[in-house]
């Protein structure tokens, strides 16, 4: 059963580093795994009396009883599985859970999970990671803007979360996190940025709801004691930093996903660029804010909307032209992308492509897909690249082999650099600088000249990579990272 409670992704992980663990046949709970991968993977779902449930991927509900036995096989929500959350007072990150119903503590030592202790020891203290992916958007409910890199300090004013300055990543250590922004400097509790990692850029998360409103979400905590907020007077002067002990709707964030944003390269090899008024056109070769669009992915129909800066979105006219007009989200707005390596055909709700006139007007009137109707698409919010599969993250397989290739199953990651070619194709670098190579079908960052990849955005902050021997990289469940498959399919498919 699914709720519209508050919901986190994590781990469960106890002193000795191993997971609570969900086994694929009768429910069956262990605690040997060492990575974060699906069986290890539980939502936790938070009330507004902040206690939580936690289900693993199955839908079924973590319970205890009275005797201490604890098992995941509810489909309801009921009384056994409703846990308090205490975050541990010597700043390690831990926290503990305690049943509400019985006021035992989950416990986990000895391959067994328990919950019998009516005390806080080393066994009832869990790291929990989240199992969401790092880079993320921060946003404020109470200011309604969004957090992002100005100059040398994080500043809340962005209504949308435009560019590259607005992502963050979030890097875990044992239970702390640190903050890192765009240009890969870590905020300090006191607002400014460094380029290390030191004291005082290391943060606890906790799962918090601020009553009045009832606000759920995310807090972080300093060394001392103080929550992370947003301090200052106005909209454009309200800046980053740890300033009080106690929580409101200013110390709590939501940490969302950051949606591609893009430049549409027409057949003309100018940019779609919004015109006076709210026509668009193909006739720039700028990237100002005017060029570039934001593409949001909606599950039910499989299909995009294409939003400005000012949050107006394309649709098609009675008259067939492409407009940026709507306020909102309706049938008309949304568009289908058809990829043919590399470039893409876009379909309008009228079920026409979308193709260019000769003075460069935006128009959806083919049946068919010519030379007008063929586009590039440029990704221009992702200078770094971190990649998430079914299995975990991609990341070098072992720092001890002859030649570094990637892992797809790493419970940490990789942080990749991303870099434009020519014609629509990305070239790629690992962490220690070198290009991506291709060697028969093995990815290795060994180069020293780029070859050219091509990434096609496949769903909500969803891409699929087509490499140079015209495959789709696929990573299986050893950890497999190679280009070997022909169509696309879920292997296929890394959360970026």
């Known amino acids: 059963m699914s709720t ?29 795994g060492t990575g974060l991968n699906r ?16 289900k693993n991927r199955f839908e079924r509900y973590l319970t205890v009883d009275k005797f201490g036995a604890v098992k995941c096989e509810s489909e309801e929500l009921i009384d056994d599985g409703k846990f ?78 435009w560019g590259q300055h607005s992502i963050f990543t979030l890097e875990y250590h044992l239970g702390k996190y640190l903050i890192k922004t765009s240009d890969n400097r870590y905020l300090r509790k006191d607002g400014t940025l460094t380029e290390s990692k030191e004291p005082g850029t290391y943060f606890t998360l906790e799962l918090r709801v601020n009553s009045e409103p009832k606000l759920e979400g995310i807090a972080f905590r300093d060394d001392e004691g103080k929550y992370l907020g947003g301090v200052g007077i106005g909209s454009q002067s ?89 306020t909102s989200r309706n049938p008309d707005c949304l568009f289908q992308f058809e990829w043919l390596c590399g470039t893409v055909a876009v ?3 009228n079920g026409k492509y979308v193709g260019i006139q000769p003075n460069g007007q935006m ?13 590039r698409i440029k990704l221009i919010n992702r200078q770094m690249l971190i990649l998430k599969g079914d299995y975990g993250y991609v990341g070098k397989k072992s720092s001890s082999s002859k030649e570094p290739v ?35 079908t ?3 960052p060994t180069g020293t000249d780029p070859e050219p990849f091509i990434l096609e955005f496949m769903g909500h902050c969803l891409l699929a990579i087509l490499a140079p021997n015209t495959k789709y990289i696929n990573g299986e469940k050893s950890g497999g990272f190679e280009a070997t498959t022909q169509v696309i399919q879920k292997s296929c498919l890394w959360r970026f």
């Open 84 to 161: 308090n959350i205490e975050f541990s007072p010597d700043g390690s990150g831990r926290w503990a859970f305690k049943s509400e119903k019985y006021g035992t503590y989950l416990g986990g030592n000895d391959q067994k999970v328990v919950c019998l202790s009516r005390k806080v020891s080393e066994n009832e203290l869990w790291y929990v990671p989240m199992a969401r992916h790092p880079q993320i958007v921060l946003g404020n409910k109470r200011r309604k803007r969004y957090f992002g890199l100005v100059g040398n300090e994080v500043i809340c004013q962005d209504r949308i979360p």
């Open 238 to 326: 309200v800046t980053l930093k740890t300033d009080r002990k106690t929580i409101t709707d200013e110390e709590i964030f939501q940490l969302e996903e950051s949606n591609p944003q893009v430049v549409f390269v027409a057949p003309n090899e100018n940019n779609v660029s919004i015109q006076t008024g709210f026509g668009l056109s193909a006739s720039t070769d700028q990237e100002s804010k005017k060029e570039i669009f934001q593409i949001e992915f909606d599950n039910d129909t499989n299909k995009w909307y294409i939003i400005t800066s000012e949050y107006k979105f394309w649709s098609v006219s009675p008259s067939n032209k492409i407009e940026a007009t709507s």
């Open 442 to 444: 093995t990815i290795s």
């Open 363 to 375: 128009t959806a009137k083919s049946d068919g897909i010519g030379a007008k109707e063929i586009f």
């Open 347 to 349: 379909i309008a709700a």
């Open 39 to 54: 069986k290890q993977i539980w939502t936790l779902e938070l009330n507004h009396d902040e206690t939580v449930y936690m």
């Open 4 to 32: 519209n409670r508050f919901s986190w992704p994590a781990g469960l992980q106890n002193s000795a580093f191993n997971f609570i663990t969900s086994e694929d046949f009768g429910y069956e709970l262990t605690i040997l």
């Open 406 to 440: 990637y892992s797809c199953n790493k419970s940490m990651y990789d942080v990749l650099e991303l870099e434009h070619g020519d014609k629509g194709v990305y070239y790629i670098k690992g962490d220690n600088g070198k290009y991506w190579n291709l060697k028969n």
